[in-house]
């Protein structure tokens, strides 16, 4: 993740807003995203072989965003701040987003072991 050192524009008051890199940002949100559409393929094909039928697949789905928004946090040393405006942009951005991509690899992946 790439990081702005510099935070404060007056010298770090504590009523100062933090200032960020908008090229850095984005790039961190690009990662967020990137590695939400990656792990909703790689979760959607594991439940797919696995089997998972209705809801729990959906569950298996969210179980895997929470792990990812988890990894997500310790890779930034629990420190959101720093990379990002807030801490919606780990555990909320891309949830939804991925969902579609999710569907699609499990129910394809089910098709193929389970039905063929």
């Given at each position: 993740?790439?990081?702005?050192?510099?935070?404060?524009?007056?010298?770090?008051?504590?009523d100062d807003l933090p200032i960020f890199n908008a090229e850095n940002l984005?790039?961190?949100?690009?990662?967020?995203?990137?590695?939400?559409?990656?792990?909703?393929?790689?979760?959607?094909?594991?439940?797919?072989?696995?089997?998972?039928?209705?809801?729990?697949?959906?569950?298996?789905?969210?179980?895997?965003?929470?792990?990812?928004?988890?990894?997500?946090?310790?890779?930034?040393?629990?420190?959101?701040?720093?990379?990002?405006?807030?801490?919606?942009?780990?555990?909320?951005?891309?949830?939804?987003?991925?969902?579609?991509?999710?569907?699609?690899?499990?129910?394809?992946?089910?098709?193929?072991?389970?039905?063929?």
């Open positions: 993740m790439v990081w702005e050192g510099d935070r404060g524009a007056s010298g770090g008051a504590e984005q790039s961190n949100v690009k990662s967020i995203y990137y590695s939400r559409t990656f792990l909703s393929i790689i979760g959607g094909v594991i439940a797919g072989i696995w089997g998972f039928t209705g809801f729990t697949g959906f569950i298996f789905y969210f179980l895997v965003m929470a792990a990812a928004s988890f990894g997500l946090a310790t890779q930034a040393k629990f420190s959101v701040c720093t990379y990002f405006d807030s801490w919606n942009r780990i555990f909320l951005d891309g949830i939804f987003g991925g969902l579609m991509s999710f569907v699609l690899f499990w129910t394809f992946a089910y098709d193929i072991v389970h039905i063929f």
